[in-house]
């Protein structure tokens, strides 16, 4: 149930400065405790708080402003270190830039010369190969000149005959080799005295005791009759061969040998054919009509030795019959 306030009294009087008043009655004043006034204390409380404050909020905004500075020259010191760094990666990049246009142009260069080096090599190639064909065909002619040559030299020697082992003697005369000549002939038992056409001693070195001497005779039966002859008196008398005795020397008894004059290339193609005689046991090495010939043994057919590439033709042809 509601219940209607007093008259006089209301809920939202605020007259705090009323008498105050009890049932019993009005409140005497000394029975009434009045407060201090605590509005100052309060106030002087809240503006020292409010200065602790203050100074707490400046303290740890100095604290972030030292921080921040800091944290700002750190960052700056790393802006300027990436600064640096960046400006070197520049200039780096820059420098490689500069090292491949370098290379490129080196590399440009190159295969320019390169290329002209190619056709430099080509063209020494042809001319190479113009020079082997040229070669090729001389050295033939040269071949061809060289037999022409020693086939003149043959004909030239035909008829006559070496004598090597002479021994020298000061102040000789031609007419002492005839003699020595016609000594020899008697003494085989020959008579091609009269077929003599000349005779003379061949150069030698200053100091050499002996030397060969060659008698050209006017026809070649003359000269290939008494060198049978003389062959035959060698066979017949193995402990006796022709010596300076069969020329009428005085003095110790020399062997002399005797054969065909040969030219300077046969003379060495005969040597050359005896060492591969010997080694490769051919039976029969001679000469005939200033040529040289083998013949492996009795019943083969012979080789006229024309230069020093037959022997090794005679090798291969050896080895392909066995």
């Known amino acids: ?6 008259k006089g009294l209301s809920s939202s009087d605020t007259n705090l400065h009323r008498p105050i008043t ?3 009655g009005p409140i ?3 029975k009434i405790t009045m407060r201090a006034n605590s509005k100052r204390g309060r106030v002087e409380d809240s503006d020292e708080c ?3 404050e203050c100074n707490s909020f400046d303290m740890f905004r100095n604290e972030m402003k030292d921080m921040l500075s800091n944290w700002m020259k750190q960052h700056d010191k790393k802006l300027e270190k990436l600064d640096k760094g960046l400006a070197k990666l520049d200039n780096l990049e820059m420098g490689i830039s500069d090292i491949k246009t370098g290379m490129k142009l080196s590399n440009d260069e190159i295969e320019k010369s390169l290329g002209e080096l190619s056709a430099q090599m080509k063209d020494l190639d042809i001319k190479i190969d113009s020079l082997d064909r040229e070669w090729i ?3 033939a002619k040269v071949e061809e000149l060289e037999e022409r040559t020693e086939s003149i030299e043959r004909v030239i020697r035909k008829t006559s005959l070496e004598i ?3 021994p020298k003697k000061k ?3 031609r007419e002492d080799l005839l003699n020595m000549v016609t000594c020899l002939i008697k003494s085989v038992g020959s008579d091609c005295s009269n077929e003599i056409k000349d005779i003379y001693r061949l150069p030698s070195k200053a100091n050499a005791t002996t030397s060969a001497v060659v008698a050209e005779f006017t026809n070649t039966f003359a000269k290939d009759k008494l060198l049978k002859v003389i062959k035959q008196y060698n066979t017949s008398r193995p402990g006796s061969q022709i010596n300076t005795r069969h020329i009428g020397l005085e003095g110790p008894e020399m062997t002399l040998f005797i054969s065909e004059h040969l030219t300077p290339k046969a003379k060495r193609l005969l040597f050359l054919a005896r060492d591969f005689a010997r080694t490769e046991n051919y039976q029969y090495c001679w ?3 200033g040529r040289i010939f083998l013949r492996k043994k009795e019943g083969d057919k012979y080789t006229i030795v024309r230069n020093e590439n037959t022997f090794q033709q005679l090798r291969e042809s050896y080895k392909i019959d066995n």
Do not use: F, H, L
């Open 22 to 24: 009890s049932s019993v």
């Open 164 to 166: 090597r082992g002479v």
């Open 137 to 139: 065909s001389t050295r």
């Open 287 to 289: 000469i005939a009509n």
């Open 28 to 30: 005497p004043a000394s």
């Open 50 to 52: 409010k200065s602790d």
């Open 1 to 6: 149930m509601n219940r209607t306030p007093p």
């Open 171 to 173: 102040k000789e005369k």
